[in-house]
């Protein structure tokens, strides 16, 4: 069955713009969580989305946004884009909440902000 | 607060030894670690797991020990390969929070 898809693969954004990343999990996964990973800091949990509501949330400003769809499709939104936001965005899905099964992640949308 | 800390940024070791990748951590509540390996624009997938009630979790060349009181656990790879070469993440997950927390990771070079 298909993997964890995120679009775009890449993006480059202006400071000051605004950003919407998707990510579809596996078929039949109803949890998605997001992930920033830039060089140095490993992956920081942004937020998790289970049956459209979110679960579960990570340390970062409130300019990162999130939504689940019924079909669990999965966007996260950036605001008022800052240059540190430049980073590896990644997406995970898994069977169920909490990740007491493991998480299977999609490729990463890599976002520049310039 | 880094609550999972792999303080080797890299590790080179040749093909056919053994690789110990080691994760140090500082929350007693997690319930289980994984570990996850990246190749270069890929996403992170799955290796082994141990839950935090077992000490030991082997799966083929890959053996995960874990030990409480010490707060550290460990990733064992027996014999190397070239294709390991990858960075290795170690994660806590459960705990109050629930949530999957990566340490920062570990670049593996297996040399040939």
């Known amino acids: 069955k298909a993997g964890v898809t995120q679009t775009p693969r890449y993006l480059i954004k202006t400071r000051g713009q605004q950003v919407t990343l998707s990510c579809s999990p596996i078929?039949?996964?109803?949890?998605v969580s997001w992930y920033q990973q830039t060089p140095g800091q490993g992956l920081q949990f942004l937020f998790e989305?289970?049956?459209?509501?979110?679960?579960n949330k990570g340390n970062f400003p409130g300019r990162f946004s999130g939504r689940q769809f019924s079909n669990s499709r999965s966007e996260m939104n950036v605001s008022t884009l800052e240059l540190g936001d430049s980073a590896l965005y990644l997406c995970?899905?898994?069977?169920?909440?909490?990740?007491?099964?493991?998480?299977?992640f999609g490729q990463g949308t890599r976002l520049t902000v310039v | 607060d880094q609550q999972v800390k792999q303080n080797s940024p890299s590790l080179s070791v040749q093909e056919g030894r053994i690789s110990i990748l080691n994760c140090d951590y500082t929350n007693s509540m997690f319930d289980y670690f994984l570990w996850y390996k990246k190749y270069p624009a890929e996403g992170p997938t799955f290796l082994i797991s141990i839950s935090s009630i077992k000490d030991k979790n082997e799966d083929g060349r890959f053996t995960v020990f874990l030990n409480k009181s010490a707060k550290h656990l460990s990733l064992h790879i027996v014999p190397s390969q070239p294709g390991d070469s990858a960075v290795y993440f170690c994660v806590g997950g459960g705990g109050a929070t629930n949530k999957l927390i990566f340490g920062t990771g570990t670049l593996l070079a297996v040399q040939p």
């Open positions: 995970a899905s898994s069977l169920d909440a909490g990740f007491k099964l493991e998480a299977f």
């Open positions: 989305y289970f049956s459209e509501t979110q679960r």
């Open positions: 078929s039949g996964h109803r949890s």
